[in-house]
């Protein structure tokens, strides 16, 4: 799988496990949240768990018991797969949800956080424990950041809602007031070559923190003055990150860390606005497809999707993040297994063949489906937002699925 490929299925998958944790509420105080920071040894957390499992038989209720129980229990088997916590941490939620009726089924989820988790937490409620991965939910898109003038610059990363300092210089170019027994214009002239070999050294630096981040998808240019303007526009950085600088350039009251908050700041409708104009953008390209007397290169529904991505003739596709839909396998009592998908996991399935009741055997989201099925022919999936007028019409009109081909088939 691509690179970027990887980055946007992992967004989505994280998403939407949180989507669907932050629905569930209990009967009681037995959902359970654990939060293990790779800090933490996975032999502690054990023997926290085994001590609150003695605790909970004290609950008077014995439902209740039997339910908080039970999930310790689950999840100190999901963490005996580990040596130790990975470099994020990990975050375990399990617990006893009400089904239709009086039933209940347990859930568990195991979620790797995109960010890096640092205190140990254990919470039992009613509702599962969310908020230290809130903000996580924000788009992890990078965008570097630089702010600069001929006193300083700095190198930054944003990444969700968290600035990362990558790098800060100070110059060593000169301030520009006439120095005793030297001529102004050599003095000028030993000033811009101070300030060149400065640029210099920002930009290259840059290109070492930069140019090979997959996820980067723009670089932000603050700064007071113009000389933000000139470092731009006299090309000192990399003709690869130029490409990524983002229009216009924001003028910042500092050149240091407090500088890049100022950037960011500056650049809130900015940074909106981009990921939707990408969306926009491929977008209008399925548009002028179909826009064709033939229909051009597009095709959309996902039985016509399908069949050309997995033959490796889909070169983009374009998926609605508001699908909820499952891919799954079936089997019949007469032995036929079939694939379709479905709304609900729970709903009683049928065989087609047959009619007879039909168990699932294999399951996974629609949209991880189509993922695996990109993985094999380098096609890149582009998820598109609910949130312009374009996404609504992809899922109204397109049924969430589209696609823009490398060939024509059939």
Known sequence: MSDANALDRARYDFKKAMQEITSYRGRGTELISVYVPNSKLISDVMAYLREEQSQATNIKSKSTMKNVTSAI????????????????GIVIFCGEVPRAGDQTKMVQYTVEPPEEITTFLYRCDSEFFTEPLDDMLLDKKSYGLITIDRKEATLGLLSGSKITVLKHFDSLVPSKHHQGGQSSVRFERLIEIAAHEFYKKVADNATEVFLNRQELQGILVGGPGATKDFFVKEEYLHHELRKKVVSPLFDTGYTDESGLRELVDAAKDTLTDIQLTVEKEYMQR??????????????????????????????????????????VETECNSGHRIKATVLDLDEKMTCPECGQPAKILDQKDLIDDFFEIADGFNTKVQLISGDSEEGDMLLKAFGGIAAILRYRIG
């Open 73 to 88: 229990d689950s999840i100190m088997s999901r963490l005996r797969t580990y040596k130790s916590a990975p470099p994020n």
């Open 286 to 327: 399925l548009f002028r497809e179909i826009r064709k007397p033939d229909g051009g290169l597009s095709l959309y529904g996902e039985d016509h999707v399908r069949s050309a991505a997995e033959v490796g003739a889909a070169e983009i596709l374009l998926l609605s993040e508001s699908l909820d839909k499952y891919r």
